[in-house]
Nanobody
Framework: QVQLVESGGGSVQAGGSLRLSCAAS????????MGWFRQAPGKGREGVAL????????YYADSVKGRFTISQDTAKNTLYLQMNSLKPEDTSRYSC????????????????????WGQGTQVTVSS
């Protein structure tokens, strides 16, 4: 059974940093893609960052480019999202998700095809 568990959310002032972690178990980590998504109240889910776990290729939403970095530690089966220069508009619930090769493209449209999801962690940025 695949489990994804996020941690690292919290409250921070604008300009601050947070690092989110997503620990994966029961999952062939190196074979597929993993992504970070966020959803604020009343808004649709959006893909924030994506990594192909085998090649390390990364993609970012335009709104976070240059501020967020997705990375992985394959030995620990853990995905990370380093978030710097946080803005109030980054306030959202962040979730990690894992998908197979045929599902990764849905990251651009909110990850509807991703198989496995974590429970999410709240990030609140105050001005």
């Amino acid at each position: 059974q695949v489990q994804l568990v996020e941690s690292g959310g919290g409250s921070v002032q604008a300009g601050g940093s947070l690092r989110l972690s997503c620990a994966a178990s029961g999952y062939t980590y190196s074979s597929y893609c993993m992504g970070w998504f966020r959803q604020a109240p009343g808004k649709g889910r959006e893909g924030v960052a994506l990594i192909y776990t085998g090649t390390g290729r990364r993609y970012y939403a335009d709104s976070v480019k240059g501020r967020f970095t997705i990375s992985q530690d394959t030995a620990k089966n853990t995905l990370y999202l380093q978030m710097n220069s946080l803005k109030p508009e980054d306030t959202s619930r962040y979730s990690c998700a894992a998908g197979s090769a045929g599902q990764c493209g849905s990251w651009y449209s909110g990850g509807a095809d991703f198989n496995y999801w974590g429970q999410g962690t709240q990030v609140t940025v105050s001005s």
